[in-house]
């Protein structure tokens, strides 16, 4: 009968394979059972204590304002569809975060390392103080900056077409007439054309070696077409913001409010820091041999970066970069405490009327989607340019 | 200095090069001219009043205790390392701030370095080829026969299409001598080009050294190799504490040496 207990010949409990097995099977039922005892107490307190529960409010009118919206939203709509509104308010954010902050990270890692002592100790303030402050201190910091500003009809106009006040910033921008698709997809085929016209001079170039200047080549195609394009379709008319009503209200043009600058400005600025760092560790695991053997062969320092210690250097960068670019979006959540509509803070004041544990648990999956697809996108990247061999 | 050395026999010498060899060593140009160098790191003098003159297609042997300045020397023949005093001309060129100067001087002079760094992102083809195409504006076919030759030429072309680290210190460094020479370069230095290597990998490297000494290169070289030095150096330098203290041919430093530090170091390491 204790034969049973052996595996190949030894005592299960003493047996590596076994063990490892054991080990597994054991940690996989502590998980999985901690998750279902904690969902059934959920479950059944839901039921207990008519907590309101379930998604069918989704529907109904959500009859709750949302202060800016990228697309058209009235009270009269739907909870679905202001959460879709409230998350594009997010996207807008963390988009936009994402890529200034990256753009000015990489300057501020660059002039860190920059042999030019006043650049490089400028740099090194910035990344010090910015990091340092509680984001949270930040944004209400910056807040207060665009809440100084003088009122609406005291406000700053620049050439009768910008206006600086405390409810935020206007500017001329752009309305798509008629032609407006015709001349989007012009664009686009002249995009792809100078995509080609890169890969063809950029080969020509390499096997020839006569200089091609694939990227002058590529930016006139696609430029020179889109602007042909957009002087013969004319499909972008100039909105420019305007004083409207007995209040003064300003109407058209492209409004970016106070929150939003603020929210901007202290994600973009309190990222960005923290990316200077990593560019410049990045930069700085790329050893010195390799700067002086690209030297020694005769590679100027622009071609030295470009071939030689960025290829390298992005290895180290892509992973924490990636993990910055998540902690910005889940960060913009912050915005709920300086008044600019984002998911989370469009989600809580919907739970005064509308189940708070549907509503948070689709916040949640909402983030979680987010966050993934960047760590989806890294990743891939990341394969793309690994070390083919070692 | 091809009498000296005694393999030549198995190489083709370019008709330049062979012109060159032709000619005694004291009737030849002087292709490195040192006078009166200084180097400090901060308040510490690395290299104090090196004055020295290397032929064309002259081999010498730089050696010394560490910290001696021999490495601080010859990195600032090709100005990884700035000259504070004094004044270097390498074939012709003036090493001055004009980066136009510098950037020739760093096409005329190839180097090898201890720790090999080759380029890890790219195979050893991409290595070899990456400065001829970029900097020369060689077409790529040209540059890739061009480093296939150099790869046959340090007998390991089989290896062109494999990344650096699947290759052994000996193959690495033997890359590293085919990617310095596809700049065509005049003059070669080599940084202590064995110390990092396994013993039994020395040897395929002192031979690429050989080998490239006998087509009349003009060399460089930071070593301990003794044997190598004796075998194919046309003349020694010694340093000690930031100064040449003797220079001469191999004969004389090692049955002969003028100076008592250079005895006391010979008889530590031999």
Redesign the interface.
């Known amino acids: 009968m204790t034969r049973l207990l052996y595996v190949q010949g030894v005592p299960i409990w003493r047996n590596v394979v076994a063990l490892r097995w054991i080990v597994q099977i054991v940690s996989a039922v502590v998980v999985l059972s901690t998750i279902a005892l904690f969902l059934l107490n959920v479950a059944r307190e839901i039921e207990a204590r008519d907590i309101p529960f379930g998604f069918t409010f989704l529907d109904r009118a959500a009859q709750i304002p949302i202060g800016e919206a990228v697309i058209p939203y009235d009270p009269s709509d739907s909870y679905l569809y202001g959460l879709l509104v409230a998350g594009l308010n997010t996207i807008r954010a963390s988009v936009l975060g994402v890529i200034l902050a990256t753009a000015i990270g990489i300057l501020v890692g660059v002039a860190r390392l920059s042999p030019n002592w006043l650049l490089s100790r400028i740099a090194l303030v910035y990344i010090e103080v910015f990091r340092n402050i509680p984001l949270i201190v930040q944004l209400l910091f910056w807040l207060t900056i665009v809440l100084t500003l003088p009122k609406v009809a005291e406000g700053y106009v620049i050439a009768e077409s910008i206006f600086i006040n405390n409810s935020g910033f206007y500017m001329p921008w752009f309305e798509a007439q008629n032609g407006f698709w015709p001349w989007a997809l012009i664009t686009a085929i002249g995009v792809v054309l100078a995509v080609y016209a890169f890969r063809g001079l950029n080969r020509r170039e ?6 091609s200047y694939p990227l002058l080549a590529a930016a006139v195609i696609a430029i020179g077409l889109s602007l042909v394009a957009l002087l013969i379709l004319r499909p972008l008319a100039i909105d420019i913001p305007q004083v409207e009503g007995r209040f003064g209200r300003l109407q058209g043009g492209a409004q970016l409010s106070g929150s939003f600058l603020a929210l901007l400005v202290g994600l973009v600025v309190y990222t960005s820091a923290f990316i200077a760092e990593i560019v410049r560790a990045g930069i700085q695991s790329v ?1 010195k ?2 700067t ?9 320092g622009m ?1 030295t970066l470009r ?2 210690t960025f ?2 250097a992005l ?1 180290v960068i892509i992973p924490p970069l990636i993990s910055q670019f998540l902690n910005l979006t889940k960060n913009s959540s912050l915005a709920a405490a300086i008044g600019y509509p984002d998911l989370v803070s469009v989600a809580n004041t919907m739970t005064q009327i509308a189940p708070a544990i549907s509503l948070f648990m689709i916040v949640m999956v909402s983030y979680l989607s987010m966050s993934l697809l960047y760590s989806l996108i890294g990743n891939l990247y990341n394969r793309m340019i690994r ?4 | 200095m091809a009498e000296t050395n005694g393999v030549q026999a198995a190489v083709d010498i370019p008709a330049d090069k062979a012109e060159i060899l032709a000619r005694p060593l004291e009737e030849r140009d002087d292709i490195v001219v040192c006078e009166n160098v200084h180097k400090w790191f901060g308040d510490f003098c690395a290299v104090r009043d090196v004055s020295m003159r290397v032929k064309r297609g002259e081999v010498v042997v730089i050696f010394g205790p560490s910290g001696s300045g021999k490495s601080t020397f010859i990195r600032m023949i090709n100005r990884l390392e700035e000259h504070q005093q004094g004044r270097i001309v390498i074939d012709g060129i003036e090493m001055t701030n004009d980066v136009r100067n510098l950037d020739a001087i760093r096409r005329e002079v190839g180097m090898v370095f201890q720790q090999f760094n080759l380029f890890p992102h790219i195979t050893v083809l991409g290595n070899i080829t990456l400065a001829p195409q970029r900097v020369r504006h060689m077409p790529r076919s040209e540059a890739e026969a061009l480093a296939m030759q150099l790869l046959e030429r340090v007998g390991i072309p089989e290896q062109a299409q494999k990344y650096p680290a699947e290759l052994s210190g000996g193959q690495q460094q033997r890359v590293a001598i085919a990617r310095a020479l596809a700049m065509q370069p005049q003059i070669m230095l080599f940084d202590e080009p064995t110390s990092a290597l396994d013993p039994e990998m020395i040897k395929e490297v002192l031979d690429a050294m050989r080998e490239l000494a006998a087509t009349g290169m003009t060399m460089l070289c930071v070593t301990h190799e003794m044997g190598f030095a004796r075998e194919v150096a046309d003349r020694m330098a010694f340093f000690d504490e930031g100064a040449l203290v003797e220079l001469g041919p191999p004969d004389q430093i090692f049955n002969n040496p003028q100076e008592d530090r250079t005895k006391l170091f010979l008889d530590q390491i031999l």
Do not use: I, Y
């Open positions: 390499t096997e020839t070696g006569q200089q050893g041999g390799q002086e053997a690209a030297r020694s062969v005769g590679l100027s071609l071939h030689v290829p390298q290895r070390f083919k061999a070692a």
